[in-house]
T-cell receptor
Framework: EAGVAQSPRYKIIEKRQSVAFWCNPISGHATLYWYQQILGQGPKLLIQ????????DSQLPKDRFSAERLKGVDSTLKIQPAKLEDSAVYLC?????????????FGPGTRLTVL | AQTVTQSQPEMSVQEAETVTLSCTYDTSESDYYLFWYKQPPSRQMILVIRQEAYKQQNATENRFSVNFQKAAKSFSLKISDSQLGDAAMYFCAYRAQKLVFGQGTRLTINP
């Protein structure tokens, strides 16, 4: 079974530029998560999708971050415009359903550096 | 709000020895799940072990076991017979509605 795929693995941009990250979850997984992991910290949930609907986006900075999951499969996370404090690893995860019992499987992440 | 605290930023252990990583959490929920994830330099978070709060028996997975003390809100991870491949960041996590992670403990294995 293929794991969660993410691209790109690395991205370097100037502040005020835009950037987008892509995630392909494990086949058949209905729930998709985006996390932000700042250096030296644990991941923090940004947004959770159940199929193509948003379940939780309470910690997503909506003035600059947006995410979509068209057709309930792949997802894209966008930052526009980027700030220095957005430098982090962005992790995508998926689970079979959205229940508390479901294990989340993580992708390799995208390391973003904002200069 | 739920919080997860890992009080050991770094730990080291000799190869083949046993090490215990600490974790405490704060919650008012009675039904929840606890996890330990491993994050090697490749950055991919790998599930090591999980514990359901309603289960009194401590979870075990081969060389990995937990000591779950619900009343004390403590959830430590014991790694037996440490191997070089165990070197990584270890994150304790709690889930009721959403997954909340601790700050992590960097584990070094000395050959």
């Amino acid at each position: 079974e293929a794991g969660v795929a993410q691209s790109p693995r690395y991205k370097i941009i100037e502040k005020r530029q835009s950037v987008a990250f892509w995630c392909n979850p494990i086949s058949g997984h209905a729930t998709l998560y985006w996390y932000q992991q700042i250096l030296g910290q644990g991941p923090k949930l940004l947004i959770q999708f159940q199929n193509n609907g948003v379940v939780d986006d309470s910690q997503l900075p909506k003035d600059r971050f947006s995410a979509e999951r068209l057709k309930g499969v792949d997802s894209t996370l966008k930052i526009q415009p980027a700030k220095l404090e957005d430098s982090a690893v962005y992790l995508c995860a998926s689970s079979r359903g959205g229940a508390d019992t479901d294990t989340q499987y993580f992708g390799p992440g995208t390391r973003l550096t904002v200069l | 709000a739920q919080t997860v605290t890992q009080s050991q930023p770094e730990m080291s252990v000799q190869e083949a020895e046993t090490v215990t990583l600490s974790c405490t959490y704060d919650t008012s929920e009675s039904d929840y799940y606890l996890f330990w994830y491993k994050q090697p330099p490749s950055r991919q978070m790998i599930l090591v072990i999980r514990q359901e709060a309603y289960k009194q028996q401590n979870a075990t997975e081969n060389r990995f076991s937990v000591n779950f003390q619900k009343a004390a809100k403590s959830f430590s991870l014991k790694i037996s017979d440490s191997q070089l491949g165990d070197a990584a960041m270890y994150f304790c996590a709690y889930r009721a509605q959403k997954l909340v992670f601790g700050q992590g403990t960097r584990l070094t294995i000395n050959p």
